[in-house]
């Protein structure tokens, strides 16, 4: 088989792959609409419910300094888009400001710019210092997540503590306070957050609505939602407490459910993901001309681009099949 024969079937397979891709992408898109209409109802409610609130006590964002210098605070605080920056900050629970974040990415940016000017990648050299600079950002979302892991896990626990200490006796405030002072970290500092509020003169409402800001958790806004309700409706807000806490674990165990059933599906998803590129490697230190011809010939740069599209594609459309929504 000639190399033109070669390349014509690889283009076919591949046709063929992406044409699957696209099939299943589109069933995996509409059959999770449903679920996506739920999240759509809710968040309108809860904005609703957020329309409520008085615009001084929306965010918690405005409590907190950009920088440790006040002159640099001010300007900083100029631009609102440093905002969701602030909040990201919080939400990751690490003690930093966010004109010290500024500065590692600019660092950074600076570094992989550096980098790529020293290795001689030219032009490639801006998309390099683009990844440094936001390099921090990604290093933030990853700490956010892993501390919003641990708060959904600890939350059961905690709602369970806070039904027996409003069963006990304690104020709104000083169960929150108990909660806090017994739970470990880092939902403890959350609750004793919350107890602190509604100490020193904010509402129980806004108290838990500073709460759903801070953690983006969907059993937090559950929370939130059966506590604003209560303070309408009235009842037990104990035994409220108490079945909510067991709906959470259930809903825990059924995703440690799907991730075990899943895993064999995550794990094929990496191979594919990580073959091509470690096949490339391979052949590319065993026969550097082997792979010649897509970086020289115009012909190999297009089929390089397509190839990388259907890469590309290949991933999100894995990603999508593997991830289940609970």
């Not at 059959?31 to 329309?51: E, Q, V, W, Y």
């Not at 980098?115 to 936001?134: D, H, K, S, T, Y």
């Not at 995703?255 to 094929?268: N, Q």
């Not at 890469?311 to 929504?325: D, E, R």
Request: proline residues 3%; positive net charge; aromatic residues 10%.
């Amino acid at each position: 088989m000639n190399t033109l024969d070669f390349w014509g079937y690889l283009l076919l397979i591949m046709g063929f792959l992406a044409l699957f891709g696209l099939l299943e992408f589109t069933l995996t898109f509409f059959g999770n609409r449903s679920a996506a209409d739920h999240s759509k109802r809710f968040k309108m409610r809860f904005s609703l419910i957020m329309d409520d609130m008085p615009t001084i006590e929306k965010s918690w964002i405005k409590k907190g300094a950009y920088a440790q210098n006040p002159a640099l605070d001010e300007q900083l605080k100029q631009f609102s888009r440093l905002e969701a920056l602030y909040l990201l900050i919080g939400r990751s629970g690490k003690k930093m400001t966010v004109a010290q974040v500024l500065g590692y990415m600019g660092a950074s940016g600076v570094l992989g710019l550096g980098l790529g000017w020293g290795f001689g990648l030219g032009v490639l050299a801006l998309p390099l210092g683009a990844i440094g600079a936001f390099a921090p950002l990604a290093l933030l979302r990853h700490w956010v997540h892993a501390r919003s892991t641990k708060i959904e896990e600890q939350l059961p626990d905690a709602l369970d503590m806070l039904a027996q200490s409003l069963r006990a006796g304690h104020a709104f405030s000083g169960a929150f306070r108990v909660v806090g002072q017994q739970s470990p970290e880092p939902i403890g500092s959350e609750f004793r957050m919350t107890s602190d509020e509604v100490t020193y003169g904010s509402s129980i409402r806004e108290a838990v609505l500073g709460l759903a800001q801070r953690v983006e958790l969907m059993d937090v806004r559950y929370f939130v939602l059966t506590v604003l309700i209560q303070l309408d409706t009235g009842g037990s807000l104990s035994n409220l407490l108490q079945e909510l806490a067991k709906l959470m674990r259930e809903r825990q165990k059924l995703r440690r459910t799907i991730r075990v059933l899943s895993a064999e599906g995550r794990v094929s998803a990496w191979i594919l993901c990580l073959l091509p590129v470690a096949f490339g490697l391979l052949m590319t230190v065993m026969s550097p001309d082997y792979l010649s011809y897509f970086w020289k010939e115009p012909m190999g740069q297009q089929l390089v681009k397509g190839m990388a599209g259907l890469f590309v594609l290949g991933i999100l459309w894995m990603k999508s099949v593997t991830t289940i929504k609970v």
